[in-house]
């Protein structure tokens, strides 16, 4: 590999033999909050975040519904870089998409070396994070083992959905919530509305809009190996790892139509009382009384949760044309209704059903995302 620049690849030969090419430092985030700092919270859960499209492991001191969350629930919160696609991949991106697609190659092996690299700072998370002097005294809860989840948002969710895969039967991860997971790359790409953009850098490098769609068919080939849908098809369902899948119906960032093509791909079900039936994923009722919900689909490994954005639906693109801005992409993250979703499955384990009877329905984005809600 080159290891004077990001353009580097795997070396299937040393992979082959179980030889490692040296050693490498991580660098991490961890986020104490007040509440465990003080002592009124024991630890008893590490958040595990994955960061968004060409951002930083420092977008988890951003978010401020996870530091409310984590302080009001006891959450350590870590992070670290997605190598292969933080933001200081941004050159090695633009070069392949306008000047050299074989190095599309290097942007998947990154991936996967990110994927050891983020492996490797959960094991420490779990096993010796908590005994480390720059932690503090904290106090541990006696009453309950230390639980370890990831949680990730758009590209932290695509991403995230096949790292949590991928380690699924090594037992690092306790569970898994992402928010506009998607599948395939090439299905999130070509709807998403940054598309236009890399369209533009592609076609200095291609004659024709058509030869645009056969590369994203080419570079899907090797990305399958790197995203959900590629790694489910391999894995055994009892290797899976419990997974809550949330997205936001309306959003033109992440199209709801390849999040619901991941969801076919984990087995997933869906809450009877969804905005709207999903071909493929199996119904389970809504009672009010989740801890016997609980007990009655204890196996249930996958579920899909889904807020309607009427307004924003409406106005979606049925076709290939990417679609205009709107706030359902921010704004699904810190919706009161998911908030308390992923608490429950953060502190307990539980697929808990939030949504009134007729579904988790809003009718626009704007309002919380123009009062400045919606981070």
């Not at 492996?119 to 503090?136: I, K, N, P, S």
């Amino acid at each position: 590999q080159d290891t004077n620049t990001r353009i580097v690849e795997l070396d299937n030969d040393a992979i082959r033999e179980g030889r490692p090419r040296g050693l490498f430092t991580v660098k991490f985030v961890a986020s104490v909050p007040c509440s465990l700092k003080s002592g009124s919270n024991p630890v008893h859960t590490i958040i595990d975040y994955g960061h968004s499209f060409l951002y930083s492991r420092i977008q988890v001191l951003n978010w401020k519904y996870m530091q409310r969350m984590s302080n009001d629930h006891g959450y350590i919160m870590i992070a670290v870089n997605w190598r292969g696609m933080s933001m200081f991949d941004l050159p090695v991106l633009v070069k392949a998409f306008a000047g050299d697609i074989n190095i599309f190659k290097s942007i998947r092996d990154n991936i996967i070396q990110g994927y050891a690299f983020k492996a490797g700072v959960t094991h420490f998370a779990r096993h010796g994070l908590l005994d480390m002097d720059f932690m503090g005294p904290l106090k541990q809860d006696e009453d309950r083992p230390l639980q370890v989840f990831f949680h990730g948002i758009s590209q932290g969710a695509i991403l995230g959905s096949a790292y949590s895969t991928l380690v699924g039967p090594s037992n690092l991860l306790d569970g898994s919530a992402v928010i506009s997971p998607a599948s395939p790359f090439s299905l999130i790409m070509s709807r998403s509305t940054i598309f236009p953009d890399y369209e533009k850098l592609m076609l200095l490098n291609l004659r024709h809009k058509r030869h645009v769609r056969i590369l994203i068919s080419m570079v899907q080939m090797y990305y399958d190996s790197v995203e959900a849908g590629g790694l489910l098809a391999t894995t055994d369902e009892e290797d899976r790892i419990k997974t809550l899948l949330i997205a936001g119906i309306g959003d033109p960032t992440v199209t709801t139509i390849a999040t619901e093509v991941l969801a076919r791909s984990c087995n997933a079900s869906i809450f009877s009382n969804n905005p709207r039936s999903v071909y493929g994923l199996s119904t389970i009722s809504s009672s009010e009384d989740f801890e016997d919900q609980n007990q009655n689909d204890k196996d249930l490994k996958c579920l899909l949760n889904e807020i309607l954005y009427v307004e924003e639906e409406s106005s979606l693109t049925s076709n290939n044309i990417a679609g205009s801005f709107n706030g359902v992409h921010l704004c699904v993250p810190s919706d009161p209704y998911i908030v308390t979703q992923l608490t429950e499955f953060f502190d307990n384990g539980n697929f808990v059903n939030v949504c009134p009877e007729e579904g988790c329905v809003r009718e626009s984005s704007w309002d919380r995302l123009n009062a400045g809600e919606c981070d």
